[in-house]
């Protein structure tokens, strides 16, 4: 064990969606863990890869909670996805779930469940309200919490005095650290044990968006709802080419303020000469400043600010502070290569771990460790096994395995796989090979079965195959099933018969064939 990998060797179950619970996993994941990500096979899997624009089955807010982990898509309402589920969470460290409230107990995977037959497990809940109370089962997300907690009154707009959301995922992000220090601190705890025991632990954004929000609640409790002003000038002024803030905290920064803007007559006015004169006219002082603050550049005030001991910032856009020179010598960012992502894209790194870097196991959705990144098909699973190719000759009638499965018409076991910058949806399909080539559904390209029998469609950013079932068999399904318990006791890839298939993931890249490409 060393300081990069403190969770090696623990196995995490992740059933959330969205940000706080995935950033949260994420978290064990780059820290070591290793962390299968369960995701529904409807409506395109987390709902946080739909958000916004979307690339392939990603979009922005799940291109960073996804890093690290492994998929697997589960319909947990079916007996088959549970008794998968039941198979991942055999001997699992961590279960993570997002549902509403009452919901994974529906699902018979509530903490008793799972606890009783994995004792030592540590369950960790993430819900909008908690898991009790009147609200419990009202779905919510970052902005309603930020609305209902208090802090969109207290982002009032200047101009217009109306309430503001904060755009970022704030309660999102920061409850996801706190439920990463919860595990974290629970699973070193239980090392020292030597009956490992579990625990329940619960978090909702309402509880994560109070503790961002306490010393502005402490505050307004107090003050009876009317807040202190500072009697410094501080905020965003515009300038002559922008924006800047300006920010002051002592009354001693008064004077080196007043000389850094060339206007010392105001350290003579009777109206701001005094800490108490300028909390009497505050409002009389913004009045005076901005047009003063507004005829000089940015630049000019940063540079004369700073060498004054001002606080002080430019307002930049996002790509403005990634190409700033600050941001190169600290080395805060890197910048990863995703497939389906036209751009590389900028990725803070993690204080204590080494920097991100494109094609590592952080930087992406892991494959199965012990698949090696390749897939497997045969016509005999008991006595052959032969690797995938990528895409190409990828057809059973394409290659000699696959005229000789036609000749016989025997029931197929085809990987299919489409290169996705999530991990590769892979689907074992039950079905005859049949000698005439069936309709295809428009879509990319895949391995096995798509080749022959028609092609993969992404919906929602799932590999979705074409209902082919035709002429199955319950002899074909014994394969299946064999198929399922080859590859369990032969490379530790855990799979189990689901409506007819077998589901289960590998990593992004592309599968690498017989041609070495990937």
Known sequence: MDYHSAFAGMKVIDLSGGVAGPSCAMMLAQHGADVIKVETPHGGGDWSRILGRTYEDHSAFSLYGTLGKRSVALDLKTEEGKAVLWRLVKDADVFIEGFKPGTIQRLGFGYDAVSAKEPGIIYYSISGFGQTGPLAERPAMDPVLQAFIGIVTENKGEHDNHPHRIAI???????????????????????????KQGRFIELSLMQGGAMLSVIRMIAHHLEHGVTQRTSMPNGVFNTADGQINITMVRPAHWHPFCEAIEETWLLDDLRFSSHAARAQNLDELYTVLRPMIAARTTEWLSERLTAHGIMNGKVNSYE???QTEQVAATGIMSWLAQPGVPETVPMPNIPGLPPFESGTARAMRRPWASTRGRCWRSTDIRRTRLPCCTRRRSSPGGNGWGKAALNAGLPLLCAKATATPSPVKVELHDHRVWRRRRTAIGGPRSCGAAGRHGRSRLIGGHAAATRHHARSTGRSSDAIHRAADHLAATSGVHVASLDRSIRFHFSHRRLQGRNGRR
């Open 169 to 195: 995922s704030l309660i999102d992000m920061f409850s996801g650290l706190l439920g990463f220090q919860a595990i974290a601190t629970s699973l070193y705890v239980r090392r020292e044990q030597e009956v």
């Open 320 to 322: 403005e502070f990634l």
